[in-house]
């Protein structure tokens, strides 16, 4: 326990200094800022070396803390009420008098807001006197990272400090809500559209296409192990690596399982994980098999398209 307090209060004083750090959450490791400050934020951009009209989530521990910046809706509050903390982010409208620095929001009136689930994160936002920007710890485009040493990979000596607290539980990032007007989905993500319909029981749209970015996850190339990708695979050429949901009668060395009883939540976990295994054993190329388009498998599906556009 004295540990941990001690690791939350060193991550504390990087993040009081205008540094940025990198923290746990249950969806995957984010890259983590002051976003009442431009310069932590603008560093955030830098490193990850992301478009600046690529707004970023802001994370806060309760509903109390967002009140300051944004304003609340109906819809918000039954599925905040259902939901969070966990894997949801939602847009909502910002406060003319929120510090929140314009970088973050890609100079719009709209914020996506999201309260984490992982405990230590959640320790660490309720010592800070400000919100969280953190997206994935990831270089722009790139895989993200699901533990502290994936993001050591990314960044190496760059980022100042890595919050440890073990592998994320979820593996992908959260699913993001646009709550402005009618609701609508932007990203499929971690938690299952479906829940989200039967709460504010209403059929939910979604549309990632915005011209103006308003969140993240909605540029076209996303996710990329680096390296071509190309997905419902009967069969791998010569040189791919061959990534699998269910067990075989035989395996070979290029056979790499997400899962091996098409366990589509544990399949989610493993997703970057496993791309970034087959790409750093020096395969060139990667086939995945067909994955069933239901429920988190629609989100696994979704990833993988935005990998293959490599």
């Known amino acids: 326990m004295k540990s941990i307090q001690s690791n939350i ?31 932590s934020v603008k ?34 509050i039954k599925l905040y009420n259902e939901f969070s903390p966990g894997p949801i982010t939602f847009v909502l409208k910002l406060k003319k008098n929120s510090k929140i ?69 979820i593996g992908v990032e959260s699913t993001i809500i646009n709550l402005l007007n009618e609701p609508v989905i932007l990203r499929l993500g971690g938690l299952d559209i479906y829940k989200i319909e039967k709460t504010l029981k209403k059929k939910i749209l979604i549309k990632n296409n915005f011209k ?30 061959f990534v699998l949901t269910k067990k075989r009668k035989v395996s070979y060395k290029n056979y790499y399982y997400l899962s091996k009883k098409n366990d589509l939540k544990q399949s989610a976990k493993n997703l970057y994980s496993l791309l970034r295994k087959i790409r750093n ?5 990667i086939a995945v098999e067909k994955i069933q388009n239901k429920g988190i498998g629609k989100t696994i599906n979704d990833r993988l398209h935005k990998a293959s556009k490599y």
């Open 212 to 241: 103006k970015k308003i969140a993240p996850g909605q540029f076209p190339l996303h996710y990329s192990p680096g390296i071509p990708l190309r997905m419902n695979a009967k069969k791998p050429k010569k040189n791919e690596a």
């Open 9 to 39: 209060k060193k991550a504390k004083k990087y993040l009081d200094k205008n540094h940025c750090i990198a923290v746990p959450s249950e969806t995957v490791y984010g890259l983590a800022g002051n976003a009442y400050s431009d310069i």
């Open 43 to 76: 560093k955030i951009f830098n490193l990850k070396k992301r478009p600046m009209n690529n707004p970023l989530i802001v994370h806060y521990f309760d509903i109390n803390k967002l009140k300051k910046d944004c304003h609340i809706n109906d819809n918000f």
């Open 101 to 169: 620095s314009k970088f973050v929001t890609n100079k719009q009136n709209s914020l996506a807001v999201r309260f984490p689930k992982h405990k230590l994160f959640r320790s660490l936002l309720k010592n800070l006197d400000y919100p969280l920007a953190a997206p994935s710890a990831n270089i722009s485009t790139r895989l993200s990272s699901v533990k502290a040493s994936d993001v050591n990979e990314e960044f190496g000596l760059k980022i100042r400090y890595i919050l440890d607290g073990g592998r994320s539980l």
């Open 281 to 285: 054993d020096g395969y060139e190329m």
